[in-house]
């Protein structure tokens, strides 16, 4: 795919996740573009990965903006170094989805269904989540057209990254951005999240700083292991 990359925010103290993170990602993602935004470069992640270095102290937005502006292409694909991929991507419906976004009016297409459990159908397997809905941003993996994810964030600046999703949502509104996701019947986890078909994985597997193992134990069990990563030092969520 032409003008789009993926994208992923992460700092240095997951840098015990980069190997597992990165190691899935080269392993699937090996042929797309790859950007990471992080406060400090990191001598754990791999060379190919462009990273955009922020300035820690700066609130939130100015981070992030600061980072998006420097990437060229004009549409990214959003990820965190704890969305860990565990499966084939389906990239021919990756394509397929990124044209149906080129050719809509839509800011951002979600490529799991997550927190809106509803929304009209405008597609096959595309359904708009509505402007009153409290789950118009999440941070989960999706295509966003790059312009209008700085413009919502110069909108509402976000000081912290937890201040995203609490105030995002509204903030999606009022600025009157539209957002979409894609979903076709795949297995639900926990209460607000489901699987992704397209981009396979596991949509927080950290979490309050711990292994999400209650959640994803049958897919990061076996990666953990493969990566020597200890997940007692961190702990199970």
């Not at 993602?29 to 955009?52: A, G, M």
């Not at 595309?126 to 993996?141: M, N, V, W």
Request: aromatic share 16%; net charge negative; with cysteine.
């Amino acid at each position: 795919m032409n003008d789009i990359a993926f994208v992923t925010w992460t700092n240095t103290e997951c840098e015990d996740v980069f190997p597992l993170y990165f190691g899935q990602f080269d392993k699937y993602c090996n042929d797309y573009k790859s950007y990471v935004i992080i406060n400090e470069n990191s001598s754990e992640i791999p060379e190919r990965h462009q990273q955009l270095v922020n300035a820690e102290d700066d609130p939130f937005y100015k981070r992030f903006i600061g980072c998006l502006e420097q990437i060229e292409e004009k549409y990214v694909i959003y990820m965190q170094e704890d969305h860990i991929l565990y499966d084939e991507l389906q990239k021919d419906k990756l394509s397929e989805l990124f044209e149906y976004m080129k050719d809509s009016d839509y800011s951002c297409l979600r490529l799991i269904k997550s927190g809106e459990m509803g929304g009209e159908q405008v597609a096959e397997n595309i359904f708009e989540i509505p402007a009153t809905s409290g789950f118009l941003l999440s941070q989960q993996t999706a295509i966003w057209l790059k312009e209008d994810l700085i413009k919502l964030f110069n909108y509402f600046k976000p000081i912290t990254f937890r201040d995203v999703e609490q105030y995002g949502s509204f903030a999606f509104s009022s600025s009157r951005l539209k957002c979409c996701y894609y979903y076709n019947n795949e297995e639900k986890r926990g209460n607000l999240h489901f699987d992704s078909s397209v981009v396979p994985y596991v949509a927080t597997a950290i979490n309050k700083r711990k292994w999400n193992l209650s959640e994803y134990r049958n897919e990061l069990l076996p990666l953990l292991e493969k990566y020597g990563i200890d997940y007692t030092q961190r702990g199970e969520c």
